[in-house]
Structure formats: structure tokens, C-alpha cells
T-cell receptor, first 113, second 111 residues
């Protein structure tokens, strides 16, 4: 079984630019999550999809972040415009059902200069 | 106050030693408790998953949950150099799915 795939693995952009991160969950997993770890902090929840519907986006920092999951398969997370404080590692995870264990991807390391 | 407290270490032990890791938490609503292992430049990998209080054993790994003390532990027996990684505790409430993570403890097992 293929795991959760994220790309790019690393992105370096300048402040004010736009970046789009992509996540392909494990096939058959309806639940998809985005988490983020900024330097020196814990991994924090951003949002949760069930299929194509956003169930909870309470962790999204502000309206510069936009997540989509068209068709209920892969998901994208767009940051526009990027700010310095957006630097960190963005993880995607998926699970079969609520309270099923989460399977994480290797993350996208975002650096905003 | 953080919801989940975890000593970041680092922790260095000789090969074969028992590694003891723990987390404390403040929210009594947490019902599901997990331990993840994370190697450098990789994503968190689920090691142990427990519900409510009690012990769970899987090979060299034992997870303990004491809800009365709001304290969870992970023990690694007969530690190996390949166990060198960052260990993260995580937990969630019964009525949602959001994980609250500890900061992670960096463990080095010396050959």
C-alpha cells in the first residue's frame, strides 16, 4: 500500500509569492488532514476534510491559506501571499475513519525568505 | 499553559538500555493516546495507539496511560541504534479528531 505522498518536499520562496502544496492520501482514506510545525513549536492542526468537504478549518492561521480537495482525492494547500512566519514543515495525514490512526506524509519544508 | 507537555531532551542511552519517555496533559477530555516516531526529514510514524487508561505492549514497546494523573509513558526495551529518532506523544478527544502533539523528545541510542 502506498503511503501518503506530499510534494514538493522542499520549497523556498520569497515573501509575497504564492506556493501550492499537494498531498495524495492513502487510497480509500476519506479523511485528510493538514498539520504544520513551525520552528520551535509543536505540530499543530490546520484543517480536516472528509472526502471533498471541509469538516473543520479552525486551525487555519488566516485567510492567506486556502485548502481544497476537489473530487475527494488529493488535496492542495495554497499560501498567498506568503509571509516569513509561514516557514515550517507542512504535514498531510490521512485515515480511514474518525479515530482511526493517522498516517502522515514526509511533509513539505517551506522556507519563506 | 500548553495542553501537552513533553520534555524535548535530548536523551542519550547505551544500546540495550530501557528508554523511558513521558508526557503530561491538562485536558481531561483526551481519550485517545498515541506515540509517534519521527526520523530526520520524515513524517511521524505511528508506534502505539491506546484508548483510555491502561497498558499496551507491542514487541519492545510498552505504552502506559494513567488518566487519573494525566500522564502517559512509552518504554522501549533493549534499545537499538535504529531507535534513535524523535518520539512524539499525541492525543485527541472523543468527540473530535484533532491531534494535540507534544514537542517531541530526541533520543539517541549509542552503539
Amino acid at each position: 500500500e502506498a503511503g501518503v505522498t506530499q510534494f514538493p518536499s522542499h520549497s523556498v520562496i520569497e515573501k509575497g509569492q504564492t506556493v501550492t502544496l499537494r498531498c495524495d492520501p492513502i487510497s480509500g482514506h476519506d479523511n485528510l488532514y493538514w498539520y504544520r510545525r513551525v520552528m520551535g513549536k509543536e505540530i499543530k492542526f490546520l484543517l480536516h476534510f472528509v472526502k471533498e468537504s471541509k469538516q473543520d478549518e479552525s486551525g487555519m492561521p488566516n485567510n492567506r491559506f486556502l485548502a481544497e480537495r476537489t473530487g475527494g482525492t488529493y488535496s492542495t494547500l495554497k499560501v498567498q501571499p506568503a509571509e516569513l512566519e509561514d516557514s515550517g514543515v507542512y504535514f498531510c495525514a490521512s485515515s480511514q475513519a474518525r479515530h482511526s490512526p493517522l498516517h502522515f506524509g514526509n511533509g513539505t519544508r517551506l522556507t519563506v525568505t | 499553559q500548553k495542553e501537552v507537555e513533553q520534555d524535548p531532551g535530548p536523551l542519550s542511552v547505551p544500546e540495550g538500555a530501557i528508554v523511558s519517555l513521558n508526557c503530561t496533559y491538562s485536558n481531561s477530555a483526551f481519550q485517545y493516546f498515541m506515540w509517534y516516531r519521527q526520523y530526520s526529514r520524515k513524517g511521524p510514524e505511528l508506534l502505539m495507539y491506546t484508548y483510555s487508561s491502561g497498558n499496551k505492549e507491542d514487541g519492545r514497546f510498552t505504552a502506559q496511560v494513567d488518566k487519573s494523573s494525566k500522564y502517559i509513558s512509552l518504554f522501549i526495551r533493549d534499545s537499538q541504534p535504529s531507535d534513535s529518532a524523535t518520539y512524539l506523544c499525541a492525543m485527541s478527544r472523543s468527540n473530535d479528531y484533532k491531534l494535540s502533539f507534544g514537542a517531541g523528545t530526541t533520543v539517541t541510542v549509542r552503539a
